[in-house]
């Protein structure tokens, strides 16, 4: 098998063939044995990779630092707040200054959505987004199509809903790319200020915007997402701490009891997380059964270990 590409900015730039490939190293990570003897992977000359969080990151940071020490591999973790960019260093020189040092992939988390493209080209080191804007989040949509293949088999011939704060959520536009790419029909629901605009490009013929109820009841896969109030251009009219008033969003967009009672027998229920129980998602259903929240977690370190590969076209 081989499979390679320096950078990994957006999952629209990826065919279905490399998203297979990525998916295939996956799954061998994700595997028990390799999973766990994979730290003592053998390599002979060291890359050195480098983590850049420019906003906040809990699963996606980590993730890749474990991928990386799993693989062997050296992770430097770079600091914005005491890092030279407080004195003016550019994007780019901080990239050129690394690569001068010899880091050979840069894992990059900004709210700039199209830097990564301007700098990339004009870069020796692997770009990789871990979250740019509410642009795209490449690597969470691997990690979820990992998830949703184990459950069913098949990325393909599924209904997936994607439900909540769709218009602020890259994780979205990432899923929707990667779903819309595998031919799966798509549901949407929320409140109208949190969809995609009628004309906006994501807005593809296997897309049908329905009722959070009718989404829950079809779906193979319930896809929640967190509420990106900090990216909201506007406070909105919901009232976040009402239990069961006539504002409040989980009542009306959430996850309920009510509503997963009325799940498909084999459907699965999805977030990419940080959650918010009780505002997205009930708190008892966090860890149900049906819930692969946490099993997205672990592969997110599997994929990471196979996007690294692929960025220093080690296979
Ligand atoms: N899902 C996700 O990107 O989580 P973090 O913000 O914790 O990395």
């Given at each position: ?147 949703i293949r184990q459950n069913f088999d098949t990325v ?160």
């Amino acid at each position: 098998m081989g499979f390679a590409g320096k950078d990994l900015i957006l999952l629209s730039e990826l065919g279905t063939d490399d998203i297979d490939s990525i998916l295939d190293r996956g799954q061998y990570w994700s595997e028990e044995h390799n999973f766990r003897i994979s730290n003592t992977a053998k390599v002979t000359d060291n890359p050195q990779v480098c983590n850049l969080f420019f906003e906040s990151s809990t699963r996606t940071r980590f993730s890749f630092e474990l991928a990386a020490k799993k693989l062997g591999y050296h992770i430097l973790n770079f600091e914005p707040s005491t890092s030279s960019t407080q004195k003016g260093e550019t994007m780019y020189d901080t990239l050129k200054t690394l690569e001068a040092m010899g880091v050979n992939v840069a894992i990059i988390r900004t709210k700039e959505e199209n830097i990564l493209h301007e700098v990339a080209p004009k870069l020796e080191l692997g770009i990789i987004n871990a979250g740019a804007g509410a642009n795209e989040h490449p690597t969470q949509a691997l990690l979820d199509l990992l998830t949703i293949r184990q459950n069913f088999d098949t990325v393909q011939g599924l209904k997936i809903a994607i439900i909540g704060d769709v218009r602020y959520s890259r994780v979205a536009n990432s899923n929707i790319v990667a779903h819309t790419k595998y031919g799966n029909e798509i549901l949407i629901a929320g409140p109208e200020f949190l969809l995609p605009e009628k004309n906006s490009e994501l807005m593809t013929d296997n897309i049908r915007v329905t009722s959070v109820d009718e989404a829950i009841a079809e779906a193979d896969v319930v896809m929640m997402l967190r509420v990106q109030r900090e990216r909201h251009p506007r406070k909105s009219d919901f009232d976040w701490d009402s239990k069961g008033g006539k504002n409040d969003y989980f009542q009306k967009y959430g996850l309920t009891l009510e509503r997963f009672a009325k799940m498909k027998e084999k459907s699965i229920i999805m977030h990419p997380a940080p959650f918010n129980r009780g505002i997205e998602i009930a708190d008892e259903i966090v860890e149900d059964e049906k819930s692969m929240i946490f099993r997205q977690v672990r592969n997110g370190v599997a994929v990471r270990m196979a996007i690294l590969e692929r960025a220093l076209e080690r296979i």
